[in-house]
């Protein structure tokens, strides 16, 4: 500890490194950001940017970027997007998925992680592409390999078919779907890969936003897990803990 | 009406039978038969067994052949079957489909109905063959051909696609699935004939007893008409209704 | 395939007309169109406006218009339908139905389907025409006659009984209603004609916003079948499928 | 006071019935009887017999006989009228209603009331019956003439018509109706007397249990009030208190 | 009807009140009035302005004052008063209660009715004035005397206790109360005058939104019938027919 | 701990005794008896009866009584109470409140704790007075005075005002009501006293089972805190945590 | 009486606070200020501005100063506090906590209360810190020490062990705590003090908005009482009530 | 294909086995026994004994031994054991867990799989060890090495922590728990592995049978997935995909 409290008094370590050092989290004016959740869980800790003022977003982009060298922000509109970019050092590398709405930011000497495993993440139509998205930045974010599949609801079975050898290929699948959210219980019946469906807040009228398609998920007659509704970073994080087991099993 | 008195007088008409022609029901003591419905609607009244004492049922089931040559019992269980076949006489004809709880009886005079038209009764597992059972025994007993498809529940896709020239050769099918319900929707994707979508009270815990079905047919992602909950009688009653517009179609 | 590609070479065959044709669906920016639906299950694909920009719209119509000659958009508000009009080719047919909130366009060369069948759409009050005019586009886009019958509520049941004659003539039966939703089974009641009931989110308090309505017609005490809340366009589309079955029958 | 102890003193007065003057209740092993209350509501205190044991319910009733002169018990199945007719007195009137499930007893000296003003108790089924036999009930306890109208749902709608002389007859009106509960509705919106709509316990499936016919009582269309599922008590006494302010200002 | 269509020739009768004596109601661009209903039922149409145009409103008022000599409308922004009181004839009443946002606007020659009966408004809290004025403007219209008696909340029983000599004349009595709705029980407790429960959309969380209030009305331990959700309308039409059938009673 | 063996080998103390003693819980074959609760929580942990065996509960019972000195069985019906009664010793005092379906067994040289503080314990009706003697159990077994004030529901409010002060001077007061559940708003907006209140499962048909009860309690116009529905064990272990804090200030 | 008429004839008292010490409350322009309330149940009205004009909240807060020097408004945006402000006399103290959106206003002579107990207020995460600041305004209101613990939620159990000496030298414990709402069970099953339970309305998709976190907390494995969602002023005065009656009981 | 039937016809081969050979699954009267699922998913087909007779129980697991060498049956009372083992070979291997309700039967050629992975089922409490035992079964059958740690309840924190290496020595972790499902929240805080939460049907009153308990693990403020309630099956056969995942990459 004497060392880190040295490192600080000499400018070598900001006061936020320091306290994450020490305590496993960085106080920022919008509240902790947790700089010890990837150790604890092997998941990085996201910021959700949903509800926050672009301010907010950014200071605790900030925070993470001087603790663990990277940033994760999720459900980002572009004022939190403009307050952030503007904020982070020039050096940083700024990766935005519009369409996710994520944000990952890198500093110069964060090196990202790279596992040995292969998460395919797939969407039943196009409204189930930012769920979809989020759950593989995520996936990303732990370091495995991520294959997409997109469009292939169960309106049309033949689109589905088409890609058994990439779902095949995979350790664990993401299936996002709207609606019935019928996709996941499908796919499942495909492959003998563990499957994580996560139900999307589309449909409208009785069993609308996502409340049909997570029953659906739920009462599934075969065999999965799932998530809540909208749930991509949750759906993600654990498909990124299961490629990370199966990482580890190879690495042995 | 006074034709119709004169034949009670001399003993060539019953007395239920004389009240169904001029009031459109008989009265029993277990309430009122709608020996009108057919006229009205164009599908038989049914008697609901189940709630009902046998002797309740027997006398229903009496009142139902007198007045209209045939007696349509659902959800009957063997005490109402026995009552009900004791009570019945001996020319006529009885049918029971102990799987679907139905029971059919006919006089030995009447000429039940035979229209050209063709309804596919479609069930995904084991315990929704009872409801896929009374849709069917309606939609024959409105005359029209009936083929059933059981046991293509989505786990297993290839069991489904395997009967696609039946489904393609029906006029209105009709799909019975518990647990998820995607099976309507799977189905429905692949032809164009209508689909009547009829959800089942298996599953359990959250969602359970047809909730995530019903739900999940009325969100479904294509083209679907629903009933309610083992709603049997409902949807083989309305596959008749259609199955008679093509059949009548058929004889202009 | 290699004709469709020559074609494509030679500028004869937009790539999304040749995609639509080899794929099955064209790729837009908002995601795909999926151009092989009609052919699939005999109703044209629709674009919800709903909840898409106006430029994805506008995209989705011009990809509609280029690989089956017509687009169908429903939900559109004003925005949607400026973006829409001010995108298609100048020798489009344009229609619009402002109250039903619809959009159709034709490409010149377009034949619209015409079929010997009559769908009536009915409305129990002014708040429920929108679906009910939805419905109605969706019927005549498959080629069905149309017939409206409006703002006959059964808190006043004379004015339905009015009707019997068009809605006995008719070879399906649309029936939208808010509130307490009674009048499917009321209309139901009186003919002998398949009805599919239309819930509509009016209402307020318990049971408000289609609630009572859904399962009032799921309950309901005579043959009906339901689709989900607010749902026009998948009640127009199911009649024009059995308004299609009739009308083949018809020819036969 | 000094009087009503002497009374208890001398022998003339039970101790039962010098409680309920004195403090406006008679204690019971099963709790309180609340001889008061049709002093304070003008509606007779019911004995609900479901989920008491029969010695409680008589035990109860003898308390009523001796405080009040009658006791009215509701939901009595046949073990609790042994127990009852067991208990009271061999002089006291005893009038059972199998169908409602009630049981109303008097003193020889129970001198009934009897006003000036009519209760229309309306079903629409057979399963309606014990709802609207208990609502029928109460009103008579209030001395109100009480006519009965059944078997009249709306899947026929000439028979409610066929009553319309009756129904305008009467000073407010009880609909009791299961299912989807439109009968309310339209009874209300064919006559200007006060409807009063309870929703029954019938139905099945999504929206069974009264669920649905509640919702749309509630939702109605029309002017009604409502009272909750299956509470023909409630209905009854609601009915008898707009009786008896009728009735009291006919004799003004 | 000669007379009429006559009376149209000679400019004696506009239009819509032709077809309002003819067909009951009269079209106006925003959908029918129902000009009958007031003959039908005895409590008049009401415009409800929430969800209309101020347009819509103005249009659908002219009709109601042409045809019935009365406006009454609910649920009025400042928009659609603006918008009415600018276009009814300048000889029109206009009458506007801000709070219960209601508008009731007569023709010079409109004699409103007056009958020999008392309504009670009483509300809870101040959240709840909008509804009960709601209410009380309906059961004027109707022509009753009405008592308001406001903010005697449960918390504070006291106040309530004060008013028990205006309850007691009343002929019948209505209650709003939000949060946990329990005042129509209190008052129902003291008098023996029927009450009609209205449950207020306030409180918050969970059973927010009136949920909790319509729950407990309806599981009242006295007796009580209710009106959905902030329906001030409905408690004051049916307090009107209540007060109604008192009136003619006390006339004969 | 080499004493606790000490005593273990040389028969002074029981193996379960001393296993309670190290482990906080004694192993049963029911599983684990959570010795170490009171010393934890202030409140005896209690074998909940409902849905074990008789000798399932014995067998706690009797860990129970051996680590603890005292064992107190909620929700027992008659042969949990034979089973606890033949198993315990002799020497034990068996308490047994029947409505409060309670069981409370000391050993002999169990000393009861004695505080000095008073819970009061008010119910509405007969029906939650099982609720309501639960919770008074509970209370007694922290060593508290209970007062018990019954039979004061809402619907006749001079009852409940009679014990006003019993209730004021009592330092925690829990209310138990089924129904609306009124009863703990109208008595916390009495006093100054904290009040806990109960919802009991009572009342039928919509919001029945405690559901009205429990969001009327949530949504209380005044201040309260509440437990679960017929949470009586709850609600008395509650009041006697805030009785034990207020008896150890009045020892400082 | 007379003194109170006396002072406000001489100008020596306002009729507001006239009022308030005659009938217990003051009428303003936005409804009743409930001044005796304090007086009555210990503590405080509040003014909830959520809803409310800015002018209105203005108004009850200076009726609020008047009649009992000091007036404490929740949920107060920047408007509310603005107006209010600008109104209050020169001479006031306000109190504003951004986060808690609360606000305090205390007249010169207002001699706060101050009581010898301590309510520790612990939240589990940034988005639980408004409500359960209004929970701590509250209890300091009623003159508690009040010890703040802030983001000690449960997956990072560490945090909440380290506060354990805090939290056992309070008297009673608000925790507060949204999605999955573990917290109060954690902290209860720590120590003997009563915790109160408040649900926080974060979380997302299925459960969210507080119902999985108020559903958990009725549910706890422990002991615990609960108050509605986000209902941080009933949770902070419960706490103050208990508090209270430990000071009492202190000062014995 | 020829090979088979041949087999068939000399005797060496059931007419089950071939077909569920040549057809992926074999007929028996109680439905179809999926004999492919185990190679299409990896996990062996269960019966599911609640709902079903005896005879059919038997009868299906006697194709089951037939076709895959193994049957696996979940939620089997006494009397499905019975039939079971009566019909079974005398040389096949019976395994009976009471408290999970599973039998697993073996032919003596019955090579049971055995994979290189740890699974870990924790439960919360005792009524959690059914549903834990049925996921342990299935981990077992698929293979993989399963710790049971039990009745580690959140209410007392020490007892998870202490059982901290075992989890984390695990591939994968399944947590049931009921109430309020609090542990899979604090177990998946704890370790970096994956974890698989099971809601269980205990609970009372408002949200209880599992309710609350699946609310909080979807709102979980950790990474978590769920199945249904009382899942074990799923839980188990998902941990099982998942340890073979783990176990696959181990012997690559």
Tied chains: 1, 2, 3, 4, 5, 6, 7, 8.
Excluded: W
């Excluded at 490192?7 to 947790?34: H, I, K, N």
């Excluded at 992680?113 to 996936?139: F, H, Q």
């Excluded at 990439?166 to 492959?191: K, S």
């Amino acid at each position: 500890m004497r060392d880190i409290l040295d490192a600080v008094a000499s400018g070598d370590l900001s006061p936020a490194a320091a306290e994450a050092q020490l305590a496993g989290y960085a106080t920022t004016e919008a509240g902790r950001f947790d700089a010890a959740r990837e150790t604890r869980r092997g998941i990085p800790e996201a910021i959700l940017a949903e509800g926050k003022t672009p301010d907010e977003v950014a200071s605790m982009a900030l925070a993470a970027l001087e603790t663990t060298g990277r940033a994760l922000i999720t459900r980002a509109d572009d004022d939190h997007v403009t307050a952030v970019t503007d904020d982070v050092p020039a050096d940083a590398t700024v990766d935005r998925d519009e369409r996710a709405r994520t944000l990952v930011i890198r500093a110069p000497d964060f090196e990202p992680p790279d596992i040995d495993a292969r998460v395919a993440v797939v969407t039943a139509g196009t409204s189930d592409a930012a769920v979809g998205g989020e759950a593989a930045v995520l996936a990303r974010a732990v370091g495995a390999t991520v294959e997409r599949i997109d469009d292939v609801g169960v309106a049309h079975l033949g689109r589905i078919v088409d890609h058994l050898d990439t779902l095949r290929a995979a350790d664990v699948v993401v299936v996002a779907a709207g609606r019935e959210g019928a996709l996941p219980t499908v796919v499942a019946g495909l492959i003998d890969t563990p499957v994580i469906g996560v139900p999307v807040s589309t449909g409208y009228g009785h069993g609308g936003d996502g409340e049909a398609a997570i029953l659906g998920m739920l009462q599934s007659c075969t065999v999965l897990s799932v998530v809540n509704v909208d749930a991509g970073f949750t759906a993600g994080a654990q498909a990124g803990l299961v490629a990370r087991a199966v990482a580890s099993a190879r690495e042995e």
